[in-house]
């Protein structure tokens, strides 16, 4: 058990030698970074909005679709490939697997620190959204702190089906970036798979697509599918996919 604790510690402080931590900080600040300043230079409807019954729903929706649509996803695209190909850029899988650590230890205490960092940008994107929402209510004197009180329970469980609707794709970069050493694979193959699930979102059978499953439960397609059930499943199928391309490749670095 020691073990796995051991290697989840080695790998979160090896991410820190990574841009990829920089780019979960500046993934999670970037879009209500302008709405704040959106906010802020364009006043005129603010009051109006800020006293309605529904603000924070409203203004978290908002906040969310450049996310779920592009952010996100490229977000995991290029943090995944930053992050697993450390070993690589630094000669340093042959190290790692002449450690006292099972493949299934490193496999998986990799995965974990993938994870975390999302969950570090969930919590850091919600954080920026609420402070995107507070600021001009505290520079413009017309704007006034929103009068609803604040959904606690409606932002956690908006947050938590966008994370579960993200898996599939954190669970696809991360078997791309284990299995090829070239860095551009991953991010290519992941791009254009998001290139085309944005083509093909009007299509009846979109849901079936391991890549949008967020924008979807967003643009509200497919009211009568368990979204969220179908990105799960697709996450399982993938992560014993990857698990079982990761042990028996022959070149392991």
């Known amino acids: 058990m020691m073990t796995i604790v051991y290697s989840i510690q080695s790998e979160w402080l090896k991410r820190k030698g990574s841009l990829a931590s920089w780019l979960v900080i500046i993934g999670a600040f970037f879009s209500p970074t302008l709405f704040t300043f959106i906010q802020i230079f364009r006043p005129e409807k603010l009051p109006e909005r800020y006293a309605s019954a529904d603000f924070w729903e409203g203004f978290y929706r908002n906040a969310w679709q450049p996310m779920n649509m592009l952010l996100l996803p490229m977000g995991i695209i290029l943090a ?93 970069q991360f078997l791309l970036a284990l299995r090829f050493r070239n860095f551009l694979v991953p991010v290519g193959a992941g791009i254009i798979l998001l290139m085309v699930s944005i083509l093909l979102i009007s299509w009846e059978y979109i849901y079936v697509y391991p890549y949008g499953y ?19 499943g697709w996450f399982a199928v993938i992560m014993v996919a990857a698990f079982a391309l990761y042990v028996t490749k022959n070149d392991k670095g």
């Not at 967020?214 to 799960?232: E, G, K, Q, V």
């Open 80 to 172: 995944i490939s930053l992050l697993t190909q450390l070993e690589y850029k630094n000669n340093a899988w042959k190290q790692v697997h002449t450690s006292p650590q099972s493949l299934a230890t490193i496999f998986f205490a990799k995965f974990a620190v993938v994870i975390a960092m999302e969950i570090e940008l969930f919590l850091l994107f919600n954080v920026a959204v609420y402070l995107s929402a507070l600021i001009p209510s505290l520079v413009l004197g017309s704007v006034s702190y929103p009068t609803q009180t604040f959904p606690w329970m409606f932002v956690v469980n908006q947050s938590a089906v966008y994370f579960v609707e993200s898996l599939p794709i954190v669970a696809i």
């Open 214 to 232: 967020a924008s979807l439960t967003m643009l509200n397609r497919f009211p009568d599918i368990n979204l969220p059930t179908w990105a799960a």
